[in-house]
C-alpha cells in the first residue's frame, strides 16, 4: 500500500505550528528529526509506568525496567541485523560511539608507525577523535580525498587503494556525508580495507533512519549512531562493535554496573556490553529508540529511501535556475540521500537562514562539523536544506519561492 506521507506528517506534533505567522516548513532533520506521538508516549509511559534503575534491584518495577532497557538492545540488534545484542552498546549517540572506540580500541591496539585512514568529508565526530588516538599514540592520519569541484565525484578509489597499506589499522568512514548528501559504497570500502587486515568504523549518523543498515551485509567491525536523528530522543545512540572485538577490548569509562568483582587495589570487568556502559544507562531514552525503530520500520526503510531521495532530485530541479547557487555532491541525475547542500553568490548562508525563517523555513547554515571538507572546497559555509518521511514537494516549493526573494534581496539577479 503506497505511504500516505501527508497523513504521516500529522504524527509529529511540533511540525503543527506556525513560525513568524506561516505553517512551520521543517528541513532541517539531518541535524536532529522531529519525533512521532509513538515516541513520546513510549517516553511518558516508561517513566509513567515502570521507571527504576536497571540490573540492579529485584522489585517489580526494577525488573520491568531492566526488561524494557534489554528489550530496546534486542531491537537496536534487529534494527542493523547485529547477530546478537552483546553487540550493542547504548551510548549518547554517534559521537560519543566513535570516542569510545578512539578511547578503548585505539589504546590498546595502535602505535607508532600505525596509520587511521578517514575521508576528507568525515564530520568532525568522526574526525577530531582519530586526531586524539593518533597523538596519544604516535600513530598517524591518512585521508581518503574527494573528487571534483563540487565533491560531485565522491570519494577517489584509486588514491583508497593506494592509501590502504598494510600500516592501516582502522578505516572509518560515513556511510552518508551531511554536507554532500552522498552515499558512500560501505560495502566495498569495508571489503577493501579487510584485505590489508584494517578494521573499518562507519558512521551511521545520516543513514540510520534513511535506509536499510545491515551490519553483517556492510561486512563492519564497528557502526555508529544516534536515536535523535531517526525519529528517537536525543542523548541516546548504539556503537555496534563484533563481539570478539569488544570483548578484547578495555573499558573506557568505569564505576557501577561495568565491573564483575572489586577489590581494593584491583578490579575485574563484565563482558560487552556491560563492560562499557558504566553508571546509570539512558533507560528511557533507549526504549523510546526501540519505538522509533518501531515506527521507522511501520513507515519501511526502502520507501523512506525512496521518499527521500525523489523529494532530493526535486529540490536540485527547483533550485537549480537560482542565480548564483553552488550546489554541493552528486549532480542531477546521480544518486543522493535527502539533502541539499548549497552555497549562493550574494548571500552569506546565515543571511539565507535567516531569511528563510522569515518564511517559516528551518534551514541550516554553517560548516556542518565539516570544516576540513569546507576548506578543500574553497568555503567556510554553506545552506543545508534536508528531508525527511514528513516533507513534501509543496514545502520544497516554498525554499524554492524564498531564495528567490533571498537573491533579489542580496541584489542577484
Ligand atoms: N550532524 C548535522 O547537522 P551526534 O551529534 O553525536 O548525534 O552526531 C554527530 C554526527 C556524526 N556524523 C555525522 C555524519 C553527522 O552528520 C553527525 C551530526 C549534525 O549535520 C549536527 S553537526
Redo the contacts with the bound molecule.
Keep these: 500500500m503506497a505511504t500516505d506521507w501527508n497523513r504521516l506528517h500529522n504524527q509529529f506534533p511540533t511540525l503543527l505550528q506556525q513560525v513568524n505567522g506561516k505553517p512551520l516548513v521543517y528541513l532541517d532533520s539531518?541535524?536532529t528529526t522531529q519525533k512521532p506521538l509513538a515516541v513520546l508516549d513510549s517516553l511518558r509511559k516508561f517513566y509513567v509506568d515502570d521507571n527504576a534503575n536497571v540490573h540492579r534491584g529485584i522489585h517489580a518495577l526494577s525488573m520491568r525496567a531492566t526488561d524494557a532497557y534489554e528489550a530496546a538492545r534486542e531491537r537496536a540488534a534487529r534494527f542493523i541485523n547485529a547477530a546478537e545484542p552483546a553487540e550493542i552498546i547504548f551510548t549518547?549517540?554517534?559521537?560519543?560511539a566513535i570516542n569510545l572506540v578512539a578511547a578503548s580500541w585505539c589504546s590498546a591496539n595502535l602505535k607508532k608507525g600505525d596509520v587511521v585512514l578517514i575521508t576528507e568529508m568525515e564530520?568532525h565526530?568522526?574526525l577530531v577523535p582519530w586526531q586524539l588516538a593518533a597523538w596519544r599514540s604516535g600513530a598517524t592520519l591518512r585521508y581518503v580525498p574527494v573528487l571534483g569541484d563540487d565533491a560531485e565525484g565522491g570519494l577517489d578509489m584509486e588514491a583508497l587503494d593506494r592509501l590502504l597499506t598494510p600500516e592501516v589499522k582502522l578505516f572509518a568512514f560515513?556511510h552518508?556525508?551531511?554536507t554532500l548528501g552522498i552515499v558512500n559504497p560501505v560495502a566495498d570500502l569495508c571489503a577493501r580495507a579487510r584485505k590489508v587486515g584494517a578494521l573499518t568504523l562507519v558512521?551511521a549518523?545520516?543513514s540510520i533512519g534513511h535506509m536499510t543498515v545491515d551490519v553483517r551485509a556492510i561486512g563492519c567491525d564497528f557502526l555508529a549512531f544516534?536515536g535523535?536523528?531517526m525519529v528517537g530522543p536525543t542523548g541516546i545512540?548504539v556503537l555496534y562493535g563484533r563481539r570478539a572485538l569488544l570483548d578484547a577490548m578495555p573499558p573506557w569509562q568505569s564505576g557501577g554496573g561495568m565491573i564483575s568483582m572489586v577489590d581494593f587495589f584491583e578490579s575485574t570487568w563484565k563482558p560487552s556490553p556491560e563492560r562499557f556502559e558504566a553508571g546509570t544507562p539512558n533507560v528511557a531514552d533507549a526504549v523510546a529508540l526501540a519505538a522509533a525503530m518501531d515506527f521507522v520500520d511501520s513507515v519501511g526503510r526502502e520507501a523512506i529511501d525512496a521518499h527521500d531521495r525523489a523529494l532530493a532530485a526535486y529540490a536540485m530541479d527547483s533550485l537549480a535556475d537560482i542565480p548564483g547557487i553552488r550546489i554541493l555532491g552528486p549532480r542531477r541525475g546521480q544518486a543522493r540521500s535527502g539533502l541539499v547542500s548549497f552555497a549562493l553568490k550574494d548571500a552569506h548562508a546565515h543571511d539565507v537562514v535567516t531569511f528563510a525563517d522569515q518564511d517559516g523555513i528551518a534551514l541550516?547554515g554553517g560548516h556542518?562539523?565539516n570544516q576540513p571538507l569546507m576548506k578543500k572546497l574553497g568555503l567556510t559555509s554553506t545552506s543545508r536544506a534536508s528531508f525527511y518521511i514528513y516533507n513534501t514537494r509543496e514545502e520544497i516549493d516554498r525554499l524554492a519561492a524564498s531564495l528567490k526573494r533571498i537573491v533579489k534581496f542580496f541584489g542577484g539577479e
Design positions: 539531518a541535524a549518547r549517540g554517534t559521537t560519543e564530520h565526530s568522526n560515513t552518508v556525508s551531511n558512521d549518523a545520516q544516534s535523535h536523528k545512540g541550516r556542518h562539523c
